[in-house]
Nanobody, 119 residues
Framework: QVRVVESGGGLVQAGGSLRLSCGSS????????MAWFRQAPGKEREFVAG????????PYADSVKGRFTISRDSAQNTVSLQMNSLKPEDTAVYLC????????????WGQGTQVTVSS
């Protein structure tokens, strides 16, 4: 069974930085389009950033543009989200998603990692 696992969340003050990482079993990251979503309490899940299997990033959510950067290291089977200039409104559970081109089922979610930004 394929598992997607996030790490790197935590508590940080406003203006600080965190780096999230997402990995998988069965080395599906090199064969997947990857994305980060987030969900704050009482709010819908929202797209944050995405990257294709070849390393092309998709447009970032307006709320994080210029502050967050998604990257992938296929050799390490990981995708990262560098988050700078964090704001209290970035507080959420961050979830990693994999859309695997050669897998069935093709779509996988991690359990999420909590990011809390204090003011």
């Amino acid at each position: 069974q394929v598992r997607v696992v996030e790490s790197g969340g935590g508590l940080v003050q406003a203006g600080g930085s965190l780096r999230l990482s997402c990995g998988s079993s069965a080395r599906i990251v090199p064969r997947s389009a990857m994305a980060w979503f987030r969900q704050a309490p009482g709010k819908e899940r929202e797209f944050v950033a995405g990257i294709t299997w070849s390393g092309t990033s998709s447009p970032y959510a307006d709320s994080v543009k210029g502050r967050f950067t998604i990257s992938r290291d296929s050799a390490q089977n990981t995708v990262s989200l560098q988050m700078n200039s964090l704001k209290p409104e970035d507080t959420a559970v961050y979830l990693c998603n994999a859309e695997c081109y050669t897998c069935y089922p093709s779509n996988y979610w991690g359990q999420g990692t909590q990011v809390t930004v204090s003011s």
